[in-house]
């Protein structure tokens, strides 16, 4: 398995405002995802963050709203832009090698929107 | 629309009994699934796994049935242990995305 870090893993930002999400792998993986858990929801896919090209956004989610960059093999970054109290999640990464089907989970970043 | 269901919200064993855990699914194209635990304020942590061609996979105190045809699968956990106490996600994949359920939160008492 890899070990994923984030950063922040917390913060509170008014509405209107954007944050950046960083997301950082100890070893080259081939995939890299976003996800979100809203407060008593499940995990739901955001997009999957693509090495060099933009990010592939799932049903509902846009560019706009969730600029995702992805410049080599092991660190993307995911921006909230826009925040509104409905934002409020928390913010997962996840990465896959190219050795198993997998998917392992870095700690999450914890966004509350005022 | 939900196409991966956990419909016990949550769970009660004692430690040192059984901990059954239940997943359903809708969307045939599924091929891979995996159980992830989630403490509170962690990202989720990979369990067990299963493909599709196989209806069990053991590791340790977990193990995981795939019923294909009733597309359902379970998740046993023996002996229950007080940290085994989180929330357990239930996920299928399709084209290497990842759809959860919505969680069973398993309390394992002492």
């Known amino acids: 398995s890899a070990v994923i870090s984030q950063k922040p893993s917390r913060d509170i930002c008014q509405r209107g405002t954007s944050l950046t999400i960083q997301c950082q792998v100890d070893s080259q993986v081939t995939m890299m995802f976003w996800y979100r858990q809203q407060p008593g929801q499940s995990l739901t896919l955001i997009a999957t963050a693509n090495q060099g090209s933009e990010a592939t956004y799932e049903s509902g989610f846009v560019i706009d709203k969730f600029p995702i960059s992805r410049p080599n093999l092991t660190f993307s970054t995911l921006t909230v832009s826009n925040m509104s109290p409905e934002d409020s999640s928390i913010y997962l990464c996840?990465?896959?090698?190219?050795?198993?089907?997998?998917?392992?989970f870095g700690p999450g970043t914890r966004l509350t929107v005022t | 629309d939900q196409q991966v269901k956990q419909n016990s919200p949550s769970l009660s064993v004692q430690e040192g009994r059984i901990s059954i855990l239940n997943c359903d699914y809708t969307n045939s194209m599924f091929d891979y699934f995996l159980w992830y635990k989630k403490y509170p304020a962690e990202g989720p942590t990979f369990l067990i796994s299963?493909?599709?061609?196989?209806d069990k996979n053991e590791d340790g105190r977990f193990t995981v049935f795939l019923n294909k045809s009733a597309k359902h699968l379970s998740l046993h956990i023996v002996p229950s242990q007080p940290g085994d106490s989180a929330v357990y996600f239930c996920a299928a994949m399709n084209d290497y995305k990842l759809s959860f359920g919505a969680g069973t939160t398993v309390t394992v008492r002492a």
């Open positions: 299963i493909s599709s061609i196989k």
């Open positions: 996840s990465v896959r090698t190219s050795f198993s089907y997998e998917q392992y």
